[in-house]
Structures are given as structure tokens and as C-alpha cells.
């Protein structure tokens, strides 16, 4: 599971006092906030608003995707996807566009097809669950 200090929806005060919350990893965070309620709970502990901690959710899920690490995460956010809600948003293709394109733009090696095959459908999978 990424590290919380990884997401960067959070203001670094958020991560802090995540922290002293003793969430320090991703997962974790995906774990306290899995409902309406616990996310509630979570934003009021941390002085945070429901709709600040439901964005580090959506955050937090992208960097769960297998196969997915900060390089994956620095080329999502380049290609406009910072989030499991906006590549929920986007169809195969226009994903795989925004992934090549923004490659292009940082002058890295794109992922391969089978890698983005798989970040679609784990993203797939998790909006169905």
C-alpha cells in the first residue's frame, strides 16, 4: 500500500494530523473512510470537510490500481487524473489517449498496452464494488 504522504489531494496539515490518526499508508485510509458514516467520522477528527476526505478516497484508490506506482501516478496527473472518479470518466480509449499523450509530454517510455489495459478494468471493478 503507497505511503499516505503519496496522495497529493491532502494539505500537509491533513497528512499530519492523518498520521497522528495512525493512518499511514493508503490502504489505511480507504479502511477508516469506507463509509458515509466512517468518513464523517474521519473529517471530524481531522477538521476536515466529508467532501475533502471522500476526494483523498478517490485519490487513494487510483494509487491502489496494481502495477501502479509514482510514476504511473506523475503520468495520470500530467494526463488530468488525479483520481479513480476521472478515469471512471474517461472511455478505454480516450484513457489510453491521455496516457500516451501525456507520456509524450514528459518524455517517458508510455506503459504498455497490457498496463493500461489492466489500470481500466481495476478501476472498472472498483466503481462496480
Not at 86 to 92: H, P, Q, S, T
Amino acid at each position: 500500500m503507497p505511503p499516505i504522504q503519496q496522495l497529493l489531494r491532502p494539505a500537509p496539515v491533513y497528512l499530519q494530523r492523518l498520521e497522528r490518526q495512525g493512518i499511514f499508508t493508503t490502504g489505511l485510509l480507504l479502511e477508516v473512510s469506507e463509509t458515509p458514516t466512517r468518513r464523517q467520522y474521519l473529517a471530524d477528527q481531522l477538521g476536515a470537510t466529508i467532501n475533502e476526505v471522500t476526494a483523498w478516497r478517490d485519490e487513494a484508490h487510483l494509487l491502489n490500481l496494481a502495477g501502479f506506482g509514482p510514476a504511473g501516478q506523475r503520468l495520470l496527473v500530467q494526463a488530468g487524473i488525479s483520481g479513480l472518479g476521472e478515469l471512471l470518466a474517461l472511455d478505454r480509449e480516450a484513457f489510453r489517449a491521455r496516457l500516451l499523450d501525456a507520456a509524450a509530454l514528459l518524455g517517458v517510455e508510455p506503459p504498455d498496452a497490457l498496463a493500461i489495459e489492466s489500470w481500466w478494468e481495476q478501476a472498472r471493478t472498483l466503481e462496480e464494488g
